[in-house]
Every structure is written in C-alpha cells, then in structure tokens.
C-alpha cells in the first residue's frame, strides 16, 4: 500500500532542534491527526514532509520514493499542503485561484475550468467562483483554499488547522469533507487543537502527540488511553464523554475553592 513516511527526521535551525528523531508514517485512506502545545513542532513537521525545510537527519519517503528526488509536478501528485493562513488578499476570482493548484496537469484551459468548478462546488462556495478573493470572508477564503487542494488532486493531504476561520456548522462539514476524501483512498495528516473534530470523520482516525520536537504517542481516537496521554501532553486533566454516540475529550473543571470561612 502506499504512504508517506518520515524515517527518524530531525529538523535542526540555528542550533535550535525543531524535530528531534520523528518517525511516522501514513497510509493511504488514513487520517493522522497531529496535536501538541504551541511549538511542539506540528508545522515544522508537515513542512519537513512537503521538503519545505531541510532534514538534519532522516528521510522522507512518498510510495517508494525519497521525496527530494522528485520533480516539482510529480511531488505535487502525492502531496498537497494547506497552511494555517488562508489566501492572501489578492483581486484574483475565487475560480482562478483554484485553478492555479491544476499546474501539475497538462489540460486544456476548459477542463482546467472545469475541475475548478467541481472543487468549489464540494466546498459549497460555486456561488462565489467570479468573486475576487479580496471580497471573500476569511471562512470563505479558507475554503477556496481547501478546494483548491481538490483540484491538484494529490495522493496525500497535510493540513495545518483546516477548520481556522470557520464557523461551527462549517467546522463539521469540512471534517465530514475530509472523512469522504478518505473513503477515496487519500491519505490526511492534519494539524489540529480539536480533536473532537475527528468524529466527523468516520472511520478509525489516530492521534500523534508531539511535545518539544518529540513524537510522544500515537493512539486511535479511539483508545482508553489517549484522554490520559492528551492530558500528559498539554498539562491539564481530560475527561473522556459519551454525546450522540460519540466520545469527546475535554479538559476538566476546575476544583471547586472552598469558601472563606
């Protein structure tokens, strides 16, 4: 099966370790999701895996292939990236924006058209396709952003907070998006500071915890024990509850103070 792996990568900048020995790996139709304190090295990492940033040590393999052995065009055919900003602020129509993202592909400017058209209509913005990006919401700029990852069609998708900008209901349904994407054999490894995100997904997510530049854990979304590990993680106790048939994983209430006697 194919996947995407990061063999012992370590990122080092000025003498600082970013990454420190990670190895993970992502099979295609999987869902990782990536969670960890501020400057545990989530981005870092999926930059590492996009070859963004040099390794100080390791390698990233995509199929059976380092991944900075391939061109331009073949990488962007396994891996496609979503920054935690949305599109700048440009007088660019939302279509041609989307469009950019088919530049591995040689087509004609009608199927190019057309492949746009469909990305945005998965994203339920068809409506705002002449609308320049400048006149767009930050939602709304964030969604043109994830069907502009559509349209390049890539094996693997690494997402750094999908749901930034988002209202609650578009939160879910960019989750649930993301659940259907799997079903077509597209691998995901996503930043996020929700996990209970992940129910929206269906199937059987896992959740890597990264503390210092370290992978400290990787469980299903699942498992009895990540509460416990997720609340290692980011100091603070979590508590596992049952809503709809589904598990939420929350940080628990403060202990009550007692009064002033």
């Not at 964030?142 to 069907?147: G, H, L, N, T, Y």
């Not at 939160?171 to 992940?198: F, K, P, S, W």
């Amino acid at each position: 099966m194919t996947s995407l792996r990061l063999e012992s990568v370590s990122v080092a900048v000025g003498g600082r370790t970013l990454l420190d020995a990670v190895s993970i790996e992502l099979e295609a139709g999987r869902f990782l999701a990536l969670v960890g304190p501020n400057g545990a090295g989530k981005t870092t990492l999926l930059r590492a895996a996009l070859g963004l940033v040099p390794t100080s040590a390791g390698r990233v393999i995509v199929g059976n292939q380092p991944l900075h052995a391939l061109s331009p065009r073949a990488r962007a055919a396994e891996v496609a990236w979503l920054p935690q900003q949305p599109l700048p602020m440009e007088s660019v129509p939302a279509r041609e924006a989307v469009m950019a993202a088919r530049f591995r592909f040689s087509e004609t400017a009608a199927a190019t058209r057309r492949a746009a058209e469909q990305a945005l209509e998965r994203v339920g913005l068809a409506e705002r396709a002449s609308s320049p990006l400048t006149e767009l919401s930050g939602g709304e700029r964030q969604r043109i952003a994830i069907a502009a990852l559509l349209a390049q069609e890539a094996r693997f998708l690494l997402l750094d907070e999908p749901a930034n900008h988002l209202d609650p209901a578009q939160q879910g349904d960019t989750y649930a998006l993301l659940g259907r994407l799997l079903e077509t054999g597209i691998g995901i490894l996503c930043v996020t500071h929700d996990v209970n995100l992940l129910n929206h997904t269906g199937g059987a997510p896992q959740v890597a915890g990264l503390r210092g530049g370290k992978l400290v854990f990787t469980r299903s979304f699942e498992a009895p024990e990540l509460p416990a590990e997720l609340g290692a993680l980011f100091g603070v106790r979590m508590l596992s509850l049952a809503a709809n048939h589904a598990r939420l994983i929350v940080p628990a209430p403060p202990e009550p103070q007692g009064g002033i006697g």
